[in-house]
């Protein structure tokens, strides 16, 4: 039998919603997998250091990591890096505050905070959980000495969403997360192209590729792979992907389910 791919997203896939911990159920599930000679990947976009925790919960081969920007495998060295040009991204980051918005520049290092606190609470709550996990690199918006690979920002009832976007819109594609937050990956990158790579680069045929996701930003990856299995709770914009059976209705062995903390992988043939 030929080895298959599979790609996982981070939060609300292979992270419980519940106890924000990798189910044993999953745990099992993938290790099983691995020992059948097929490769398991992380496909998040989370920049690769915030990913450290999750590599250390499970058996993986590698990851894809801030919606296509960087992939490394398993042993840490980084085979693609793409970074936003350096005086583009100092463009950004005064075009972010000049529309009323705040933010997260994501890099592979770290994530990087503007000094001063918020005026928006999220990116508040943002920064306390991320400095907890060591993640935050010690160096504000006002330092042009770094680059990053994408941003997300955050908006409230001031933010001139079409100032921003309109800006962005020549080299930066925005995913909108819902609930003001907002997602901004360079174009040309996603969670598929980073799959596409992949591909290629172990020799696996894309009928093989398996993608497992709940979130907007998994939307490129949906798009891109031959088998696409949705978790149960998701975002609106998957739902066309949801597997249907002759009658139009869902295919319930297609889809993850997240109960009580336990993450059932239904109807799998790994």
């Known amino acids: ?46 920049g690769y250091g915030f990913l450290r925790d999750i590599e250390q919960m499970i058996e993986h081969d590698g990851c894809l990591c801030g919606c296509g920007t960087c992939v490394a495998d398993a042993e840490g060295h980084i085979h693609l890096q793409y970074r936003i040009p350096h005086e583009r991204g100092i463009e950004i980051k005064k075009a972010v505050l000049r529309y009323g918005f705040d933010g ?16 928006i609470p999220k990116v508040n709550e943002f920064r306390k959980a991320q400095v907890a996990t ?5 160096k504000g918006w006002n330092d042009n000495s770094y680059d990053y690979d994408k941003l997300c920002v955050m908006a ?9 976007f309109h800006f962005l819109e020549p080299d930066m594609v925005v995913i909108d997360r819902g609930d003001n ?24 045929d894309f009928e093989d590729s398996y993608v497992f996701g709940d979130s907007s930003n998994d939307l490129s990856m949906f798009e891109y792979a031959k088998h696409a299995v949705l978790m149960g709770r998701h975002d609106a914009v998957l739902e066309p992907y949801a597997p ?14 997240e109960r009580a903390g336990t993450y059932q992988i239904v109807g799998t043939m790994w």
């Open 134 to 138: 060591g993640f935050v690199v010690d």
């Open 1 to 46: 039998m030929k080895r298959k791919a599979l790609f996982f997203d981070v939060d609300g896939t292979l992270l419980s919603e519940i106890t924000h911990q990798v189910p044993e159920s999953a745990k099992r599930a993938l290790s099983e997998t691995r020992k059948r000679g097929n490769l398991v990947f992380i496909n998040s976009g989370r």
């Open 244 to 257: 249907r059976d002759k009658n139009g209705g869902r295919r319930r062995d297609r889809i993850c389910n």
């Open 181 to 204: 937050f907002y997602e901004c990956v360079p174009k040309g990158y996603s969670k598929a192209t980073a799959i596409e790579w992949t591909l290629r680069h172990y020799g696996i």
């Open 156 to 164: 409230d009832e001031h933010s001139d969403r079409d100032g921003l």
């Open 104 to 119: 997260i520049l994501e890099a592979t290092e770290g994530n990087y905070f503007r000094e001063e606190l918020s005026w």
